[in-house]
């Protein structure tokens, strides 16, 4: 999942996004709100993190012209103020959620997962392909009721696919939602990944959910629900 994080505390949008990073999230940072919008024009986040106060356009200011766009990325407000007053303006301004200065990382991360959870549409807490569970609030996994061990990009690359099981995903869709404006596009680091995916997921004797869709991108899905044949495997 990809995240924008427009914070103009240098110390603390760095804490933000580190923390981010250490559970699988694919993380961009600015530093005022011209730059926020411009990376909202140009990138597709699966959420948003606004401080109220960022220099030029403030967070509110922000919020509201990405809703005028007809931008409908999840958007999490932080601000020192704690007014209703001002919990209220940033909600009408088009955020999603609103959450005030000081707070601990651990509820900032939390409703991050919430806001994932909702978007499109409300997901479920645990995605079912199979016997394959992935559990989006404790981001344990499992198949055939046994866990598997993923690392925080593993499980942010699987949690994508499961979310979309049934249809193909693009590497394009890959690079945008799981990787970070560095990411390099000569890089081999998606087949990497799939590789190590289907060695802890698609273990020996159990049907393959993993399947790639050559030239297009990587579908996972029951065998027994394919209309076609999964191609490459």
Sequence with gaps: MRVLVAEDEVRLADLVARGLRDQGYAVDVVHDGESALTQLAENEYDVAILDVGLPGRDGFAVSADVRRRGGRVPILMLTARASVHDRVAGLDAGADDYLVKPFEFAELYARVRALLRRQPAVLPSVLQVADLQVNTRTHVVTRGGREVQLTPKE???????????GRVVTRVELVEHVWDEKHDPGSNAI??????????VDVEGAPPLIHTRRGSGYIVADPATLVAPPGDG
């Design 191 to 200: 087949d990497v990944y799939v590789g190590r995916l289907r060695r802890k």
């Design 155 to 165: 499980y942010t690359m699987l949690q994508y696919l499961v979310r979309h099981a």
